[in-house]
T-cell receptor
Framework: GAGVSQSPRYKVAKRGQDVALRCDPI?????LFWYQQALGQGPEFLTY????????KSGLPSDRFFAERPEGSVSTLKIQRTQQEDSAVYLC???????????FGAGTRLSVL | DQQVKQNSPSLSVQEGRISILNCDYT??????FLWYKKYPAEGPTFLIS?????DKNEDGRFTVFLNKSAKHLSLHIVPSQPGDSAVYFC?????????????FGKGTKLSVIP
């Protein structure tokens, strides 16, 4: 079956631009997570959805970051007024229930110039 | 403050030998641990996991050991194969926290030499 799909795979933005990153989770998966992975580091948690409800957004680094999952499936991570420090790989993961094994997409590599 | 630590950035092992990857954690609330494998330009792929109520879990060539008193876990790969060359991440969850977020280490790059 299809895994977690993320688009675009690569995004180049000029500083100050807004970007939107999309995640299609595995069909039927209730939980959806966003992580940020800087070069040479492990992924770091950004936010968590259970169906359409955003239950934890404690990892979002600033109010420029916003995530939504309006119908409980596809999710979008939006970054407003991008900064150079936002350059990273953004990973989406989904899980059939409440946590434990999470299945990851290939990520979106964002480069802010 | 790193709650999950992988102190070896890299490891080289001869094909056919055992690979041992180590992970330490500081948060005693962690109750479920996972290992992920990552190839370049791909997302992390789940490998094996262990609950804190167990001390060992085995799946084919992969075995994870958990020492709760030492807050230490390790992944053993026997025998190692060239296709095992990848970055391995240790991750932990505190199910009682209600968020189910994974906390990752920085990873260990394993190179299996033919």
């Amino acid at each position: 079956g299809a895994g977690v799909s993320q688009s675009p795979r690569y995004k180049v933005a000029k500083r100050g631009q807004d970007v939107a990153l999309r995640c299609d989770p595995i069909s039927g998966h209730v939980s959806l997570f966003w992580y940020q992975q800087a070069l040479g580091q492990g992924p770091e948690f950004l936010t968590y959805f259970q169906n359409e409800a955003q239950l934890d957004k404690s990892g979002l680094p600033s109010d420029r970051f916003f995530a939504e999952r309006p119908e409980g499936s596809v999710s979008t991570l939006k970054i407003q007024r991008t900064q150079q420090e936002d350059s990273a790989v953004y990973l989406c993961a989904s899980s059939p229930g409440q946590g434990n094994i999470q299945y990851f997409g290939a990520g979106t590599r964002l480069s802010v110039l | 403050d790193q709650q999950v630590k992988q102190n070896s950035p890299s490891l080289s092992v001869q094909e056919g030998r055992i690979s041992i990857l180590n992970c330490d954690y500081t948060n005693s609330m962690f109750d479920y641990f996972l290992w992920y494998k990552k190839y370049p330009a791909e997302g992390p792929t789940f490998l094996i996991s262990i609950s804190s109520i167990k001390d060992k879990n085995e799946d084919g060539r992969f075995t994870v050991f958990l020492n709760k008193s030492a807050k230490h876990l390790s992944l053993h790969i026997v025998p190692s194969q060239p296709g095992d060359s990848a970055v391995y991440f240790c991750a932990a969850i505190s199910n009682g926290a209600g968020s189910y977020q994974l906390t990752f280490g920085k990873g260990t790059k394993l190179s299996v030499i033919p």
